[in-house]
């Protein structure tokens, strides 16, 4: 026999020959299955991550939706000049820092906090954060405190005493905000105590007697 004009013989297989070529497919497929698997978990596990990244999504309001929110949950009117209303540093959740009148007519600057939506599953941390500041406040130490939301709001529903869940209202010229727009985030406002950040307080003045005092354990 001859393929393409070359002598083409076959030749009989032996049985560890049989048994050798049977092994290395065998580890071939089994290489190719666990392939498979792993890429398979890996994808798994990129749409876990790509879930629970959803879930914790950042809100992203500008500060023209914030007026609209603060008035509506908290009754807080913001003054119309843009001075009045700042994006603070945050992590994971928003903070925008308003000046205007609160509910009661009182001038006064306050935090609006837009908190990432994984808070909507410990809604009670929250509150309890709500009530550990007001009984700080009721020991007479400075700190800030959770402002109530308004009866519409309440009546309205979807608020407890002091924490709403809202949809951001609509913002036309942000795409991302108007993305979000149909979410909910839990929402809180705190008055505003101005002061430094401690990554910017000088390590010294960490030392004094006045920061020592501060830290000191009650008692001491």
Request: net charge neutral.
């Amino acid at each position: 026999m001859a393929v393409c004009g070359a002598p083409f013989r076959l030749h009989a297989v032996s049985p560890v020959q049989a048994t050798t070529v049977s092994g290395a497919l065998a580890h071939a497929q089994g290489v190719h299955e666990a392939l498979v698997e792993r890429e398979s978990r890996r994808a798994a596990r990129s749409q876990s991550r790509m879930a629970a990244e959803e879930e914790w999504r950042r809100p992203r309001a500008s500060v023209a939706q914030a007026r609209p929110l603060a008035h509506e949950v908290f009754g807080f009117s913001a003054a119309a000049d843009p001075s009045a209303a700042q994006q603070l540093v945050s992590y994971d959740d928003q903070n925008v820092l308003l000046q205007g009148q609160d509910a009661q007519g009182s001038h006064c600057r306050v935090v609006l906090k837009i908190h990432n939506r994984a808070s909507l599953a410990c809604l009670d941390q929250l509150e309890a954060q709500n009530e550990a500041m007001l009984l700080i406040q009721r020991a007479g130490i400075p700190c800030s405190n959770p402002v109530r939301c308004c009866d519409a709001a309440v009546a309205r529903g979807g608020c407890s005493a002091h924490v709403a869940v809202r949809p951001l209202p609509p913002a036309a010229q942000d795409a991302q905000a108007e993305l979000q727009h149909s979410e909910e985030f839990p929402v809180r406002m705190l008055t505003y105590i101005p002061g430094d950040l401690l990554r910017d307080v000088p390590l010294v003045s960490r030392r004094g007697p006045a920061f020592r005092a501060a830290s000191a354990p009650p008692g001491t």
